[in-house]
């Protein structure tokens, strides 16, 4: 067995510049080997254009080589944070691989020939959440460990107060959205399926076909009426000009790679509705795509002989409109620039956490209307907002701690949507149809531009999911709720399987609506008790940012851990997203400040895994010790700063090497490592401050990476290593 360690973007790689030097020296002494994998957005995009390119800048598909690594029992994989591309992040990409001299292709938005279609296709494979579903072939066991915990508690994130006159809500659709709309059905006998749609005239056209279903699966399809989207839009501006609070917008452009960037486009175009009236003609002719956000709109009319006309308009209406939330006020970064800046499970928390308010264009923290438009999932966010007005500032001194057993396995649910999304081409139905029966299985009337899609979830990942809610619940004797919605058909089979499985094991765990749900875990963990929310994929990813946000102040500390259906585990290092605003502080500062706690939890745990496997003794003793220093990282205080000329990931990385060194020359188990350790770590404590040093000398300055998307790795190594005598002693270890 190996360990495969990824390789990804933004932060989370420059991170690993400096720490996987740290983990290949300390495993090498237990014979256990590391190996990289580059599944960062510039290596996807190299590798699914291998005959544009030189040999020498060709790319193994390492993606798909991980999905045949988790399907294996000896995968061992630890996954740090990824970009889930936006078309103007793959778009950015391509850019500077072009620079580069990478003979890549433009992305095509609307493709003419065929070799456009082609290209698209290909890219398809690159966008969203494409890394995940391939990974994550089995469920989701996300928690807070005790260490972290109990310093949580010590060294609270400094809590903005919540004024429970606070006008800030949260908005959703009553009717039209995909909760509204959803049918579902429970495949009894294996069968294939195909998805059709019907215009006004009776002319079908088949959208997919071939779609394999298994026993007791559940496949559901919905839809989005984007006239009454656009109505909702329309009275949630209005709602937010008349309270004279913020308007926002929270999607998931990422994951819902498909949808969701059409429902911004909605929202652009309704908030701007004037300047589109105006300039519609003009935008067409430039290529503007509301989708793509504000920011490609401002970018293509420098090239426009009405660039100023159309600024005049859109400084009128900024002005006129309701204020917009803003992603960056010094930069003059609106909500609405670009889709991928308005991720929901972290926007949405960083508001509550923040007394509930977002900021102005002038940096002012301000009420505001956080829009969802599909209520599905919006209501948890609804629910804080109603325990913040009954009980207060949540206090993370007092508070318990919400864990997350999800389902995930198989790509259930919408991590699954994105080939099953379509936009209706005209009014008609969408329909899912038997193969093999010619039967129809599920219907919607839709009109031009709805947005449609259909999900899947397997029995058998159904089945391990409520199993290791069920373990869960009875290793931690804490409160255990599925969250599951009886009027979401979907979920009402599922509540029935749940049920089952439940009286099979002779289990009794509540099943609560996720307004309920939330509600509930609110009091629990206010009470000082710890509860583990057992969700689908959604809520999963929504829930493993939320809790966390509330009671650490980051999701970036949780253990992840996905025990795969084979028998493979992978341990993902955080949900803390890939923080592209702290690369803009290396650059400009050559100050990191992301927190690598998640890659050391994931280490630990990625040790024990490998010692349980294979039984190397060894492995187990570096778990251990690992333990035991991660402790004395957080007792310490060796966490990065935000400010420049102090600690940041660098000598965080530092100070959890003189601990691990430390524990594995004190312990007794094993003589071998002992006797090597004590002097490294002898060396290391005599060395400290001079090391220290260097790392806060080497602050101050702008540095060059050699790129953005693809680093330049002898520059980035540089940048990330740039003590010496660390460096040293490093090699040292490995000689």
Not at 494 to 508: F, P, S
Not at 546 to 570: C, D, N, Q, R, Y
Not at 578 to 588: D, G, H, T
Request: proline residues 4%; charged residues 25%; hydrophobic residues 40%.
């Amino acid at each position: 067995m190996k360990i495969t360690y990824t390789l990804t973007d933004e932060s989370p790689a420059l991170a690993t510049y400096s720490f996987l030097p740290i983990v290949k020296a300390f495993l090498s002494k237990a014979g256990i080997d590391v190996e990289t994998s580059d599944i960062s957005l510039s290596a996807r995009v190299l590798a699914q254009f291998p005959d544009r390119l030189k040999p020498e800048q060709r790319l193994p598909d390492a993606l798909a080589s991980l999905g045949e690594l988790v399907n294996q029992a000896e995968a061992n994989l630890i996954k740090t944070p990824n970009i889930s591309a936006s078309i103007p992040q793959l778009k950015a990409t391509i850019k500077e691989l072009q620079e580069k001299g990478y003979n890549v292709p433009n992305f095509p938005d609307e493709p003419k020939t065929q070799e456009e279609q082609d290209i698209k296709q290909a890219y398809q494979k690159v966008l969203g959440s494409a890394v995940n579903p391939v990974l994550r072939q089995g469920n989701s066991d996300r928690r807070c460990t005790k260490a972290v915990k109990e310093y949580a508690k010590k060294n609270p994130y400094k809590v903005v107060p919540f004024d429970k006159n606070s006008k800030s809500r949260v908005a959703y659709m009553g009717e039209g959205d995909f909760f509204a709309n959803e049918q579902a059905v429970l495949i009894t006998e294996p069968t294939s399926v195909k998805i059709e749609f019907i215009d006004e005239n009776g002319k079908m056209q088949v959208l997919k076909s071939a779609l394999k279903l298994e026993q007791n699966e559940i496949l559901d399809a919905t839809f989005m009426d984007v006239e009454k989207l656009e109505e909702f839009y329309e009275e949630q501006i209005n709602y937010a000009k008349k309270e004279n609070i913020l308007f926002s917008l929270h999607l998931k452009a990422t994951m819902m790679k498909v949808s969701d960037p059409v429902i911004f486009g909605h929202a652009l175009q309704v908030y701007f509705k004037d300047l589109f009236a105006e300039f519609g003609d003009e935008f067409q002719k430039l290529g503007v795509n509301p989708n793509n956000g504000l920011s490609e709109l401002l970018s293509k009319i420098e090239s426009s002989s009405k660039k100023d006309a159309i600024l005049q308009k859109y400084r009128e209406i900024l002005a006129t409109r309701a204020p917009i939330s803003m992603v960056d006020s010094q930069k003059g970064i609106t909500n609405l620039h670009v889709p991928s800046d308005v991720i929901v499970d972290a926007s949405m928390p960083a508001m509550l956490k923040n007394g509930a308010r977002l900021w102005d264009k002038d940096g002012k923290e301000c009420d505001t209307n956080a829009c969802i438009p599909d209520k599905t999932y919006a209501t948890i966010y609804e629910a804080v907002i109603e325990d913040l007005h009954k009980n207060g500032t949540l206090d993370p001194r007092v508070l318990g701690s919400v864990s997350n057993v999800g389902l995930m396995a198989k790509k259930a649910q919408e991590y699954g949507s994105h080939d099953k999304t379509f936009i209706a081409p005209s009014n008609g139905v969408f329909r899912i149809v038997d193969e093999r029966t010619n039967s129809v299985l599920l219907e919607h009337k839709v009109r031009v531009g709805d947005i449609y899609r259909a999900n899947q979830v397997k029995y058998d990942a159904v089945l391990n999911w409520i199993d290791l809610g069920i373990q869960r619940a009875d290793i931690t004797g804490s409160k255990a709720i599925f969250w599951l919605d009886e009027k979401r058909p979907s979920n009402k089979i599922m509540i029935n399987l749940v049920k089952a499985r439940l009286q099979e094991c002779g289990k009794d765990i509540e099943i609560l609506a996720p307004k309920q749900a939330c509600l509930k875990s609110l009091e629990l963990i206010r009470a000082g008790k710890d509860a583990i929310s057992i969700t689908g994929n959604v809520l999963r990813d929504y829930l493993t940012d939320l809790f966390p946000i509330l009671e650490l102040g980051t999701s970036a500390k949780m253990l992840s851990v996905v025990p795969m259906l084979k028998g493979g585990a992978m341990f993902e290092t955080g949900a803390g997203g890939s923080a592209p605003k702290q690369v803009s502080q290396l650059i400009e500062e050559n100050h990191l400040r992301w927190d690598s706690l998640g890659e050391f939890l994931a280490l630990q745990a990625s040790l024990e895994f490998f010692a349980q496997k294979t039984g190397n003794t060894k492995a187990q003793i570096l778990a251990d010790c690992l333990d035991e220093a991660i402790a004395k990282w957080l007792d310490n205080n060796k966490a990065p700063s935000r400010k420049v000329k102090e600690d940041d990931n660098r000598t965080s990385h530092f100070y959890l090497a003189l601990y691990f060194a430390q524990a594995l020359g004190a312990q007794t188990k094993d003589k071998d490592l002992s006797a090597f350790f004590a002097p490294i770590a002898q060396d290391l404590n005599q060395n400290e401050s001079k090391i220290h040093q260097e790392f806060i000398d080497a602050q101050g300055v702008s540095v060059d990476l050699g790129g953005y998307y693809k680093f330049d790795d002898a520059k980035a190594q540089s940048v990330m290593c740039p003590s010496a005598t660390f460096n040293a002693i490093l090699a040292k270890i490995q000689a």
